[in-house]
């Protein structure tokens, strides 16, 4: 299976394709979406958009993990990443995209092994199960990478029913 993982945001989205068979993961592509913070929204978000259109053409997946909204205290930043958020998954829809949605923890859980593990034991775990040769820069593009692992290994469960949105 062709899984795309996703990390939502305005300024940077962080993207992974994996492929996944019997609990092995093979790395296909990953990297970034950036936009620059003196666009206007529209601008940022158009980016991001015809971006993902570009990874969804270019590698063919056949899903999408994302991850869900994390609120912080900051609710305008909060807002933007949701309205980037939405691009993103109108994005998967209308390339035909089956979507899954995961938390931060059942991320971590999954990928880690403890649900409350800090980031750079998430990012050495993704280097070493896809066996990468250095951790992947930015954070975003690790995360989403862990998403993509999260999903292989929820999506060939039973499970998985309740992760799709």
């Known amino acids: 299976m062709r899984i795309l993982g996703l990390d939502p945001g305005i300024a940077i989205v962080g993207w992974g394709v994996i492929d996944s068979a019997n609990f092995k993961y093979k790395p296909v592509a990953y990297d970034s979406i ?43 930043t909060g807002i933007v990443v949701a309205e980037a958020r939405g691009v993103i998954l ?22 880690v092994g403890y649900g409350r593990a800090e980031k750079r034991q998430v990012i050495a ?22 998403l993509a692992v999260c999903h292989a290994n929820v999506g060939a469960s039973p499970l998985s029913k309740y992760y799709k949105m």
Not at 40 to 62: F, H, K, M, W
Request: proline share 8%; with cysteine; glycine share 2%.
């Open 90 to 111: 109108l994005c998967a829809k209308r390339h035909g995209l089956p979507i899954f949605e995961y938390t931060p923890l059942q991320v971590k859980q999954s990928v």
């Open 34 to 76: 950036m936009t620059a913070s003196g666009l206007e929204v529209e601008e940022r978000l158009s980016q991001i958009y015809d971006a993902l259109s570009n990874v969804i053409e270019t590698y063919r997946p056949e899903v999408m993990a994302v991850e869900e909204l994390f609120w912080n205290t900051n609710q305008k």
């Open 125 to 146: 775990m993704v280097t070493a199960l896809l066996k990468l040769p250095k951790p992947p820069k930015p954070d975003d593009t690790a995360d989403a990478l862990a």
